[in-house]
């Protein structure tokens, strides 16, 4: 009795190193949360007219590009934190790089532009079609297999969001547009990164990636900057560089990117998923109760629908990884006993020959 005790007891107690690596995991998740958080509501306060009042998301995304482009550059050149890819050539950053850095700083011009129109927690509630751009333009581009059961689960996703559209309170067109087109073009970013440069090996952290990408999205953003803000700021007489808004907008906008290679790092892409849809909760709930945002029922039901289709991809996600993760062990089990058997068969015939 005593020993069945002791056994049930000691198998159901967590190692420290188990604890440890939850812990972790948690507290990666948490600074994720908090520093998306921060940025999202950040951007918001900066260019919300009835706020901050500086509707200008090119130049705000250019400060963000030259301040993370400056800091990426100190760390790889200056500091040595990081080492370049040896594999990385001219020839392959215009033909994977370049691409890559153009829908980069389009989705981040039209992400932070739809702030002057539209409410934190309406543009969330749109950000949660994101499976269904990444998949769908997986599909296009033949990464990803065309199944029935997912795409019944993209189209309740969509349903939810558009209901959720159907019942916001301050619907702007434009708004819509506009994160809409910031979705599209950062999942076909995203699908862009694995085939371009995951299918050839070439794994970049945030700061090699910053190095890389960011000086290519500021001279992307440069163009219509010129065309469309500059002039306007020239008018625009009584205002004066905020270096300490600015400073720390951008400092919280780098810290997210060094955010995102520790989660996903530490513990997987998976995982920021769904700390993503916490995060959107979080955020829903503060641009109601302190922006004073307008949530209605109807929101609340269309992104409740959309909230538990996205839960179920991601379980689906987590299904068919274990499920090859299993394989995987038992292939190599299997290998491993026909060279176990092999072994014993060769030993075997060199004792009778003996």
Known sequence: MGDATG??????????????????????????????????????????????NWP???????????????????????????????????QLYLSSIVPIGALYSLSLWLSNSAY????????????????????SIGVLFRKDAFKSSTMANMLAISAGVAIAAYGEAKFDTWGVLLQLGAVA???????????????KGINLNPITSLYYVAPCCFVFLLVPWVAVELPSLKENSTFHFD?????????????????????????SALTMNVAGVVKDWLLIAFSWSVIKDRVTAVNLFGYGVAFLGVAYYNHSKLKALREKEAAERKDEETGRLLDEREGDGSSRRDESQG
């Open 116 to 135: 002057i129109y539209l409410s934190v927690s309406f543009i969330q509630m749109l950000k949660a079609l994101m499976p269904v751009a990444v998949y």
């Open 185 to 199: 073009f950062e999942a076909t970013r995203l699908v862009l990164i694995q085939i371009l440069l995951g299918s």
């Open 243 to 267: 270096y300490f808004i600015f400073g720390t907008n951008s400092f919280c906008a780098f810290a997210l990117n060094l955010a995102v290679f520790l989660l996903v790092g530490k513990t």
């Open 7 to 52: 056994t049930s007891s000691s198998s159901t107690t967590i190692s420290p190193s188990i604890l440890k690596k939850i812990i972790l995991s948690y507290t990666y998740v948490a600074i994720w949360i908090f520093l998306s958080f921060t940025v999202i509501v950040y951007n918001k306060f900066i260019l919300d007219k009835k706020l901050y």
């Open 56 to 90: 200008y998301p090119i130049s705000l995304t250019l400060i963000h590009m030259g301040f993370c482009s400056s800091i990426a550059f100190l760390l790889v050149r200056v500091f040595l934190v990081v080492d370049l890819p040896s594999s990385m050539t001219p």
